[in-house]
Nanobody, 121 residues
């Protein structure tokens, strides 16, 4: 599966953004899909994952502010981000993997190129 992220940009603290991850080659619903982010000099962090078999899981850092979802007909994964904080600034990636479907970066096999999110105070 090929993945292409979009929707990043610059926003003020408290604002919102919606990221998209368009899949091609395979239907993303057969994969465990996740959103990840990586800030400069930090390791890649798994922040949300979506599975066809159980409810979404979120990292504590984004729980209650971010929502992961998908449109299977369009083969797109979304990340709705609200109440953004400067510490949310990072490159955001989507990834596809196989089970077990956890918030573990190394368990994801396919990656997009990323989209930058910058939150100013």
């Amino acid at each position: 599966v090929q993945l292409v992220e979009s929707g990043g940009g610059s926003v003020q603290a408290g604002g919102s953004l919606r990221l998209s991850c368009a899949g091609s080659g395979h239907n993303i619903s057969v994969f465990c899909m996740g959103w990840f982010r990586q800030a400069p000099d930090h390791e890649r962090e798994a922040i949300a994952r979506l599975s066809s078999y159980d409810p979404p899981i979120y990292a504590d850092s984004v729980k209650g502010r971010f929502t992961i979802s998908s449109d299977s007909a369009r083969n797109i994964l979304y990340l709705e981000m609200s109440s953004l904080k400067p510490e949310d600034s990072a490159m955001y990636y989507c990834g596809a993997g196989y089970f077990p479907c956890r918030l573990v970066v190394d368990e994801y096999t396919y990656w997009g190129q990323g989209t930058q999110v910058t939150v100013s105070s």
